[in-house]
């Protein structure tokens, strides 16, 4: 995952040249997500982390608690001077031109095929529409599993992923168990990577590695949010994708106990 924007997707999915021959001066990065995002302050963490040994990486964000992808395209508007009603999230992307802009909705939206393909496919593409830079790169924030009780299973109502859909219901997989789930969400995350042409993060494996391997290392807040180890390892793992650059060399470690903090960098390769 290291190689991802350096590397992985020059040879893969888009034409665009790869960042290792021609890096520009300043890098503009973009989070468009919701509290999963902010949570801890990741983007900030990301930032003093990219300080240390890439000064020429900026991070902004355009989050809000709760909101999905469409409800960035839909919710909080504003009038402009040339009388059009836009989001406060497509006024963000249109401030400048991205060079990489980062997608998180919320797991349980990926999680049903429907609402996968009516909402979220539909919400990235009119993003991707919106980037006025026409070699901007996209990532997909592939999110973790919750820690409500097994089993589990999601459901929306048909009216709620599409106003013409009446007294039906679309629901999730059951899951059984952890594993069930993350591999459920991981499968969920790449059919939507697949079928916008972007690539995805892995931050979601990483929290299943630690709640499996490494327990006394608490990730959450709640039974969703990361708390600030579950902020940090995120950071961590964007570190990496962004600079193609080992979160094992860096110094910074925030407010993390220092062996809590090492393990996290290691965990993140």
């Keep these: 995952m290291r190689n991802f924007v350096l590397i992985t997707l020059a040879i893969t999915i888009t034409s665009c040249k790869s960042l290792k021959t021609e890096l520009p001066k300043e890098l503009n990065v973009l989070f468009i997500g919701n509290s999963l995002t902010y949570y801890h302050d990741m983007p900030q963490t990301l930032q003093m982390m990219l300080n240390e040994t890439n000064t020429n990486i900026t991070i902004d964000q355009s ?34 031109d991205w060079d990489i802009i980062i997608l998180q909705t ?5 999680l049903i095929p429907e609402n996968r393909e009516f909402k979220v496919n539909k919400a990235i593409s009119r993003i991707k529409k919106l980037a006025a830079n026409k070699d901007c790169k996209f990532i997909l924030f592939n ?6 009780e097994y089993p589990k299973k999601y459901c929306y109502s048909g009216h709620s992923i599409d106003k013409s859909i009446k007294d039906i219901d679309y ?33 979601g494996s990483k929290f299943y590695e630690i709640r499996t391997s490494l327990p006394e290392i608490e990730l959450y807040e ?16 964007f570190y ?28 993140a390769k």
């Design 63 to 96: 989050t809000y608690p709760g909101y999905s992808l469409s409800q960035h395209l839909s919710r909080q508007t504003e009038s402009t001077p040339e009388n059009r009603i836009i989001t406060l999230t497509e006024k963000k992307i249109a401030e400048r």
């Design 106 to 110: 919320g797991t349980v939206s990926v």
């Design 143 to 148: 999110t973790w599993p919750s820690k409500r």
């Design 171 to 203: 629901c999730s997989p059951v899951m059984e168990n952890l594993k069930q789930e993350i591999n459920a969400i991981n499968e969920s995350y790449k059919l939507v990577s697949e079928s916008n042409k972007i690539i995805k993060s892995d931050n």
């Design 222 to 237: 709640d039974y969703i949010h990361p708390n600030k180890n579950g902020a940090f390892l995120n950071a961590c793992i």
């Design 240 to 267: 990496q994708m962004l600079t193609d650059k080992k979160a094992t060399d860096l110094k910074y470690n925030g407010n993390i106990e220092p062996k809590t903090a090492e393990l996290l960098k290691k965990i």
